[in-house]
């Protein structure tokens, strides 16, 4: 004999593993969507790393400047412009990235965002964080492009207050160098005045004044700089911490940072996480769920049913 309220429970309990099946299934799509993420980022660092170096100049054209792709600019520093992206972490340590512009062209006012690595942050009421020495003259820089400089997710961008705003213009009142989360690069052209590529580069080897270690290269009367292209040679790490030349990566490959001029700069860069074979195995976990919550949905049904056939063979009560 059945309980009472037996019904209402079934219901219930065939509503509740319903919405399981549905919140399980399509948690397993979502890491799917995730894994094709991932496993898109990793062709495009493959794809990026695999291209000759390219010279970047004012010249460039759109479609060689491929995100992950090794490129070599020279030109001017202008560390007036200079600009500290705070909460930058590396390995553990809170710090700021050292962004500043490199001048390509001083008739066009043509430059290239370079990151020139990372420095720990000060504590509170030690002041500012003391900047390295900016190289004078023209220098070869040469590093990883991308198309953009990695953002920080802000709290208070949800309210609409943006409580690290880059200034209207730089330089900055009173010489101090600006401390934001983010930098959009059309924000930062308009505050500079310059021609900005649609590229950032972050920096991975010691800058070089041009014209030494066998390259030639010739200033113009405004600052131009041109430079026959050189063979630049990059080394990629592996996580076993094998190296292989000339750009070739493996899954997780990237290339060898260094100190540069001795100026206590960390270019370790931060890599975008590219195991998407983890993204599949919870799918397949979510999915497995799923399918366990679909055949329960079954058993409480065929029990119902069988009850219900039950109570329909005993007939009428006396």
Not at 160 to 176: H, I, M, N, R, V
Not at 229 to 245: A, L
């Given at each position: 004999?059945?309980?009472?309220?037996?019904?209402?429970?079934?219901?219930?309990?065939?509503?509740?593993?319903?919405?399981?099946?549905?919140?399980?299934?399509?948690?397993?799509?979502?890491?799917?969507?995730?894994?094709?993420?991932?496993?898109?980022?990793?062709?495009?660092?493959?794809?990026?790393?695999?291209?000759?170096?390219?010279?970047?100049?004012?010249?460039?054209?759109?479609?060689?400047?491929?995100p992950?792709?090794?490129?070599?600019?020279?030109?001017?520093?202008?560390?007036?412009?200079?600009?500290?992206?705070?909460?930058?972490?590396?390995?553990?340590r809170?710090?700021?990235?050292?962004?500043?512009?490199?001048?390509?062209?001083?008739?066009?006012?043509?430059?290239?965002l370079?990151?020139?690595?990372?420095?720990?942050?000060?504590?509170?009421?030690?002041?500012?964080p003391?900047?390295?020495?900016?190289?004078?003259?023209?220098?070869?820089?040469?590093?990883?492009?991308?198309?953009?400089?990695?953002?920080?997710?802000?709290?208070?961008?949800?309210?609409?207050?943006?409580?690290?705003?880059?200034?209207?213009?730089?330089?900055?009142?009173?010489?101090?160098?600006?401390?934001?989360?983010n930098?959009?690069?059309?924000?930062?052209?308009?505050?500079t005045?310059?021609?900005?590529?649609p590229?950032?580069?972050?920096?991975?080897s010691?800058?070089?004044?041009?014209?030494?270690?066998?390259?030639?290269s010739?200033?113009?009367?405004?600052?131009?700089?041109?430079?026959?292209?050189?063979?630049?040679?990059?080394?990629?790490?592996?996580?076993?911490?094998?190296?292989?030349?000339?750009?070739?990566?493996?899954?997780?490959?990237q290339?060898?940072?260094?100190?540069?001029?001795?100026?206590?700069?960390?270019?370790?860069?931060?890599?975008?996480?590219?195991?998407?074979?983890k993204?599949?195995?919870?799918?397949?976990?979510?999915?497995?769920?799923?399918?366990?919550?679909?055949?329960?949905?079954?058993?409480?049904?065929?029990?119902?049913?069988?009850?219900?056939?039950?109570?329909?063979?005993?007939?009428?009560?006396?």
């Open positions: 004999m059945a309980r009472p309220h037996s019904t209402r429970y079934t219901v219930a309990a065939l509503l509740l593993l319903g919405i399981a099946v549905v919140i399980l299934v399509s948690l397993g799509q979502w890491q799917l969507r995730r894994s094709d993420e991932r496993r898109a980022i990793l062709d495009a660092i493959e794809a990026g790393r695999k291209q000759a170096p390219v010279m970047l100049t004012p010249a460039t054209p759109s479609d060689d400047l491929t992950w792709r090794v490129a070599q600019a020279t030109g001017v520093w202008q560390p007036q412009f200079s600009v500290l992206l705070d909460n930058r972490n590396h390995e553990g809170p710090g700021y990235w050292l962004a500043t512009p490199l001048l390509l062209d001083a008739s066009s006012r043509q430059a290239v370079v990151l020139r690595g990372w420095l720990p942050r000060v504590m509170p009421g030690q002041g500012d003391a900047l390295p020495a900016t190289p004078q003259g023209p220098q070869i820089i040469t590093g990883e492009m991308a198309d953009r400089v990695p953002r920080m997710f802000e709290l208070w961008s949800l309210g609409g207050q943006d409580q690290s705003a880059l200034p209207a213009t730089l330089p900055a009142t009173g010489g101090k160098v600006p401390q934001v989360q930098l959009p690069l059309d924000a930062y052209a308009r505050a005045g310059l021609n900005l590529l590229v950032v580069l972050a920096q991975s010691q800058s070089g004044q041009s014209g030494q270690s066998g390259q030639t010739q200033s113009g009367q405004n600052g131009q700089t041109s430079q026959s292209s050189p063979d630049v040679q990059t080394r990629q790490t592996s996580p076993g911490g094998q190296t292989s030349p000339g750009g070739q990566t493996g899954q997780n490959a290339p060898s940072q260094a100190d540069g001029d001795g100026d206590g700069l960390v270019r370790d860069w931060p890599q975008p996480s590219v195991d998407f074979q993204n599949t195995s919870y799918a397949i976990q979510w999915f497995a769920f799923g399918l366990i919550a679909a055949i329960a949905w079954l058993v409480v049904l065929g029990g119902a049913i069988k009850r219900m056939r039950q109570r329909a063979g005993q007939g009428p009560r006396a």
